[in-house]
């Protein structure tokens, strides 16, 4: 059985990712699950798997591509299995030249024999990122000669054009957060809900568990709570009008020295603690390395952005679209609080909801934040 190996959708506003390198060869063996090439977003490079087990019979898009999620890179079936017959630059769009001389002159001379040439020959065969930089600079791509199979023009003949023009920094992770950041800002009317939680009790059982857990998984574990009695706050705006899921994806904020990512720990209603510490830890430990799985990269339908260790007591996060809230905590901080009418000393942390109030009132995210708070404080 052939077995397509497809880029999946990574979220709602990729449109585009670039395959930087294939980790097989054709003919290579492979397991079901294993990484067979990588694929570049805006924000993190993401490695396909091989949907089975079998071999590597056929790649369709070379490196260095940039194509669209849902496309067909490769092929994976038994070794016995008959290939469809299959151009391997199926994907590629063939380009006309812009201007077409239809003269009489010309034409009599294409009907006498002089300059003929076949349909085949009068197409541009290219990349879709040589189309893109060519586009860029104002540069006919017709009248480059390609250096690849059979012909093709590669970004590199692109380049070698432009081998005399200043090189621009690479800004595309910047520049995507900036415009995720005011697309998010300005058509969603945000406001903020925020509440203390003691957190005593999550203290004691993060110590209580020992090593490779962490006071972020019991935080997971009470929105997976949360979010199953107060369901509201967890889902995505689309076609004007806000649809609650089912599951939860949650996105989890995560500093990487290349700057902010936010990988998805996904279906965590269905994780035990001891999961979501595995899981989370697995999910930081990729994004740090630039190494995430494209089940990492699911569409999230609600984010936690956590500010860690320090001083901060409490901080606004803006929702990623099209999400419709976002929870971020301060640091842990030692404060007086009054309980039982007496005044105690104990660790406490705010929680602050942004919410999209198209979707969400502020009573509905006040319910899910004293729902938090109720299970981030219980005992068990």
């Known amino acids: 059985m052939i077995t397509e190996v497809i880029v999946p959708v990574l979220d709602q506003t990729t449109t585009e990712v670039r395959l930087i390198n294939w980790i097989k060869n054709e003919g290579d063996a492979v397991s079901s699950g294993e990484v067979i090439c990588e694929i570049e977003t805006e924000k993190a490079t993401v490695e396909i798997e091989s949907p089975k087990a079998g071999t590597l019979r056929k ?14 890179v490769a092929l994976v079936s038994d070794n016995d299995d008959a290939l469809p017959d299959i151009d391997p630059y199926y994907k590629v769009q063939l380009e006309q030249p812009k201007t077409t001389d239809t003269s009489p002159t010309s034409v009599s001379s294409a009907q006498s024999g002089e300059n003929k040439h076949s349909e085949k020959d009068a197409r541009v065969i290219s990349s879709p990122r040589a189309r893109r930089i060519a586009e860029e600079n104002n540069i006919d791509i017709a009248t480059i000669a390609g250096s690849g199979p059979r012909g093709r023009i590669l970004e590199s003949d692109v380049k070698k054009i432009l081998d005399n023009t200043p090189k621009k920094s690479d800004h595309r992770a910047a520049q995507a957060t900036a415009n995720r950041v005011s697309e998010s800002w300005t058509t969603i009317p945000h406001f903020y809900t925020s509440i203390t939680v003691d957190m005593s009790a999550l203290i004691s059982k993060t110590e209580q568990k020992g090593t490779g857990y962490t006071y972020t998984d019991f935080i997971i574990l ?5 979010v199953t009695s107060q369901p509201t706050v967890n ?3 689309e076609n004007e009008t ?11 904020v995560v500093q990487t020295k290349t700057g902010l990512v936010i990988p998805t720990l996904a279906d965590i209603q269905n994780h035990s603690i001891d999961d979501i510490a595995q899981k989370r830890s697995l999910l930081v430990k990729q994004a740090h390395d630039g190494k995430l799985t494209a089940t990492a990269m699911t569409p999230a339908t609600l984010t936690l952005s956590n500010i860690g260790p320090g001083h901060i007591d409490q901080f606004t996060a803006i929702i990623s679209p099209p999400q419709l809230a976002i929870l971020s905590t301060g640091s842990i901080q030692t404060k007086p609080m009054v309980v039982a009418n007496e005044i105690v000393i104990k660790p406490t942390a705010t929680f602050v909801l942004g919410a999209d109030h198209r979707a969400i009132d502020g009573i509905l995210a006040a319910a899910f934040l004293e729902s938090l708070k109720y299970n981030l404080e219980k005992e068990v």
């Open 235 to 237: 889902g995505v705006w």
């Open 59 to 72: 790649i369709l898009i070379e490196a260095d591509t940039n194509i669209p999620p849902l496309t067909v």
């Open 222 to 226: 009470a929105i997976a709570e949360s």
């Open 242 to 252: 806000a649809t609650i899921t089912d599951f939860t994806h949650l996105g989890l």
